[in-house]
């Protein structure tokens, strides 16, 4: 995965569970319009969650009509223009369908990779934020990984608690350092790059 300087990379807790919540209360305000596609029980579980804040959610593709036994085409998305971001997920753990490239739109898009996070080589150039929690293939559950490109950063409004803040979150989580160590080392020992 070429990430450049570009991305800013966190560690956290929660597993891929929370940045269902961090990634609309960070990315998006009270009001804003932010566009989901509904493609499994991940997908929907993401959806649910960010439907508890006050957002304009609005799921603008779903494969629900077929048993979710197929991903909708990303280039004939009809996402809104004013959306704050497209969120999807690129693997559908259960159901094992997958988006295999991500097109290049007018919004940011944000992907949760949770369940094929470093399975391939994966191009960033489309994305804005890709989260994956470390247990399915990159190491030890309770770590979840979170690439953010950094002017994403600058969208993140200033009345988040801390530790739900990707900018300051690292003062005030503890990370969780035996398992992210474990990670590198189990890395290094396979050759791999994180
Ligand atoms: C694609 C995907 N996203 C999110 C999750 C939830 O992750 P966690 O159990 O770390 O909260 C899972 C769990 O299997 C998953 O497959």
Known sequence: MELGDRFEVIFLQGGGSLQFLMVPMNFSCPGDQI????????????????????RDLKIIASSANLDRTYVPDL????????????????????VLTQFHSFPDIKIPIIVDMSSDFMSKVISTTN????????????????????????????????????????????????????EVAQQGADRLNTGGQI
């Open 75 to 94: 280039s004939k998305i009809p996402f809104r223009p004013q959306a704050q971001y497209l969120h999807f997920c690129s693997n559908n753990t259960v």
């Open 35 to 54: 566009d989901y596609i509904d493609t499994g029980s991940w997908a929907d579980k993401a959806i649910r969650a960010a439907q508890n804040l006050d």
């Open 127 to 178: 994305l804005s934020c890709i989260y994956a929690h470390a247990q399915k293939n990159v190491g030890l559950s309770g770590v979840t990984v979170i690439l953010i490109r950094k002017e994403m950063l600058a969208k993140i409004s200033d009345n988040l608690p801390e530790f739900l803040d990707y900018r300051r979150v690292r003062l005030s989580l503890s990370p969780t350092c035996g």
